[in-house]
């Protein structure tokens, strides 16, 4: 049974990729297969698309990176990102008096998938209802189970959370 989910699985896998190839040209479609075949041949596994993106398309990266750094404005509040992954930005919103003394009350966050400058409340539930259904769930749970989600590393004062989200 177990065997037939996995091919099950790798099917659908082949047909997501070959779903991007769709009205491309044969010969445009092999030559972005080779990219794709000579990248991965490079890469360790698990495959960690944040360490392909740097160091195979570094103007894409930076590009990303000074997207993110944009500040968005809602409903005439500033917000200013103060830490990013590949799948999680963090605001701060800085043109609030009281975002001095309450930090934790002044943090949104936006997911990389959704495109948008949507901003969410970072709370432990709506991260928890974000995620739910992908491969961050598990660690996500297991990490909110004895931490809160406003812990910092004591060194770097860097969110721990950033490092299961990567």
Known sequence: ???????????????EILYQLDGLEIALAHDTLNKIHLILSFAKTPIDINRIRESWFPEIEEERKHNVMKTPKIHGHDHTCIAYTSQLYIYYRTSLWYSKLWTNQCLYYTLTKDGSKCLRKFTKTNLLNDYKMTRFEDPLVNFLKNNSIYKRNLITKEFEILTILK
Do not use: G, H, R, V
């Open 1 to 15: 049974m177990a065997n037939k989910d996995l091919i099950k699985s790798e099917e659908n896998i082949i047909y």
